[in-house]
């Protein structure tokens, strides 16, 4: 294709307040546009990238023995009722309610489709003859994302291809689960992306088995912890460590109260106090989530001072969902202000008190005196409050901290490290079979739930993932797979006769072979092109020059590097081809 029949429109612009390099690189390279915060035009040369990435990954879901389907857009309310996501997901859910004719009823523009796949599913899969089955689509998604952020890779309205199986045993899920694990390994290695899995939590979608696959870049919103020998990788909201080791042992000394006016922060007590954070208890008072005619229940929580509460963790051990107390409860609950809470004495005004395992161990710590402007020293857990009886227990509440040691037993450290979610495969269970009735009868005629397996992929973050891992000062470097041309060809000086006939011809047989090829033939300085080229990034550059041909033939180089040789014009075809051919067999054959 010639560059003056296409709609390439780079720019030196960066947009405001951009601090991802891809989202820098995707506007001024033309692939982007923001029509409002969150909402992007995709430009002729974006979308040639993001179809290759949709390209592969129907490829491999197809090779996987996944279906293909299309689910709306528009999708009825009260399908989110039946399953009360309505409330789960109130923030996220865009909603349309015109409040005429039949619109009337309230519509929800999707999310995430697991009801409405729930609902095909319980229309037609009845009998465990047709089990297992693995359902996908590729589609647009709409949410209510609070902080649309860094170009593409968080947005209001974006690209999913999310996949739904069904399964009359929990075998058959597995089985299913580790084909898509694989499948997302496949696709993932085939855009070129540098992936790792990770262990997650499932969130919202429900379900208690799950992995998210990342691209570990400082550009990403993401904590994983990885250890050091690469053993161990989760989420920061999943992720353990191994315990620590106890402090060293001090004889009890006795409670003494001390006049901390205006420090309720950790930093600020510690100053008063000439304490270590580490030897502060955290005392955090939560209310359980409760209907507005039933009394919330208070639940206490404990962490050292030095670390911070993991709430994944802390619903867990409380079985249920928490928020943090308003001021007015923990005043009621403390007798104190808030930031001057501490455990002794709570358990008579609360329902419940958790405690993390690291606390357990602390000897003569300090911690709030539930009175304004006081703090006390030598608190001792089992004396000054209960380690044990029917309303304590104790837990791994915190989040892992950056050298803290791998669980896997084998001292391996752990790095916390900043990230990018590509892609999330759940095993969802009967979560939405159970709450929206979708049944199959066994074989023995009795009906039973659907088990459930959930996978999604975002193909525009995929996009914007592949820049942040490949790129320069100038610009993009893209993989082979997944570049919107493959080859670009320069011709220097276009009204050089010679050379533009010479630039034509290389560009043709490219095109014969099934080159993905553009020829810059504007009229523009070479300098100005050059530029462009390392701003667009192709991953291979033809450059023909009068220069070059009086040296014997055109230039052959690979955006990033610097080596320029000089090719004889059917022998740099003939290179190009096969260079061309083999990086992409080597992404296809990549894991
Ligand atoms: P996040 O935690 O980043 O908000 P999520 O866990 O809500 O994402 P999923 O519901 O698991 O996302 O969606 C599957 C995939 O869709 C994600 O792995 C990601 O690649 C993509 N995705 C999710 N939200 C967005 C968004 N707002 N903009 C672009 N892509 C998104
Ligand atoms: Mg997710």
Not at 144 to 151: D, F
Not at 432 to 442: F, I
Request: hydrophobic residues 40%; aromatic residues 6%.
């Amino acid at each position: 294709m010639r560059w003056k029949d296409t709609f390439i429109v780079t720019s030196k612009e960066t947009p405001k307040d951009a601090t991802a390099a891809s989202h820098v690189l995707m506007v001024r390279a033309g692939l982007i546009r923001q029509l409002a915060a969150g909402i992007y035009t995709y430009l002729p040369l974006g979308l040639r990238a993001l179809e290759k990435v949709e390209n592969i990954i129907r490829a491999e879901m197809n090779r996987a023995s996944a279906v293909e389907l299309r689910m709306p857009c528009l999708t009825p309310t009260s399908l989110w009722e039946e399953t009360g996501r309505t409330d789960a997901m109130k923030d996220i859910l865009l909603r349309i309610d015109a409040g005429v004719g039949d619109w009337a009823a309230g519509l929800v523009l999707g999310p995430t489709h697991e009801e409405i796949i729930t609902d095909v599913a319980r229309a037609y899969l009845k009998s465990y003859k047709q089990l297992p089955c693995n359902l996908y689509q590729i589609q647009l998604k709409f949410r209510g994302e609070a902080r649309p952020k860094s170009g593409v890779l968080r947005t209001r309205e974006f690209l999913m291809k999310d996949a739904y199986s069904f399964h009359d045993s929990w075998e058959t899920l597995d089985t299913e689960y580790q084909n898509m694990y694989d499948t997302y390994c496949r696709i993932f290695a085939r855009c070129g992306l540098p992936y790792t899995a990770v262990q997650a939590e499932s969130g919202a979608m429900g379900g208690d088995v799950s992995h998210e696959f990342m691209v570990l870049t400082d550009a990403g919103e993401d904590l994983v912890a990885i250890s050091d020998d690469f053993q161990y990788a989760a989420n920061l909201e999943r992720a353990e460590a191994a315990e620590l080791p106890a402090p060293p042992d001090e004889p009890p000394a006795e409670i003494q109260e001390v006049h901390t006016p205006g420090a309720g922060k950790v930093e600020d007590v510690c100053g008063v106090l000439g304490t270590e954070p580490r030897q502060m208890i955290k005392t955090l008072i939560y209310t359980t989530v409760a209907d507005e005619n039933e009394k919330p229940a208070r639940v206490v929580a404990l962490v050292r001072g030095d670390h911070e509460i993991n709430e994944f963790k802390l619903a867990k051990a409380a079985g249920q969902a928490l928020e943090l107390a308003d001021a007015q409860t923990i005043e009621e609950v403390t007798g104190a202000a808030v930031g001057f809470a501490g455990p002794q004495g709570l358990i008579d005004r609360t329902d419940k008190l958790i405690v993390d395992r690291e606390v357990v161990k602390m000897k003569n710590a300090a911690t709030g005196a539930n009175k304004t402007d006081y703090h006390v020293t030598g608190v001792n857990p089992g004396r000054d409050f209960p380690l044990d009886g029917e309303k304590v227990s104790v837990a791994d509440l915190r989040n892992v901290v950056d050298g803290d040691t791998a669980p896997t037993g084998n001292g391996s450290p752990l790095r916390l490290r900043k990230a990018i979610e590509v892609g999330h495969v759940f095993k969802l269970g009967t979560k939405y079979s159970d709450s929206m009735g979708a049944t199959y009868l066994d074989k023995n005629g009795k009906a039973q739930p659907l088990i459930m397996g959930c996978y999604g992929i975002g193909l525009n973050r995929i996009m914007a993932a592949a820049i942040e891992g490949s790129h320069d000062e100038q610009g993009i470097i893209w993989p082979m797979s997944i570049a919107p041309f493959e080859v670009l060809v320069i011709a220097l000086d276009p009204r050089d006769d010679t050379a533009m006939r010479t630039a034509q011809e290389i560009h043709d047989k490219l095109e014969q072979a099934g080159v993905e090829v553009l020829l810059d033939d504007r009229d523009e300085r070479a300098g100005f092109k050059f530029k462009d080229a390392d701003l667009i990034g192709i991953p291979l550059r033809v450059v023909v020059g009068k220069k070059s041909l009086a040296g014997g033939g055109v230039e052959v180089t690979e955006r990033g590097k610097n080596d320029k040789p000089i090719v004889a014009v059917d022998a740099a075809i003939a290179q190009v081809i096969e260079r061309v051919r083999s990086e992409k067999a080597r992404l296809l054959a990549a894991k």
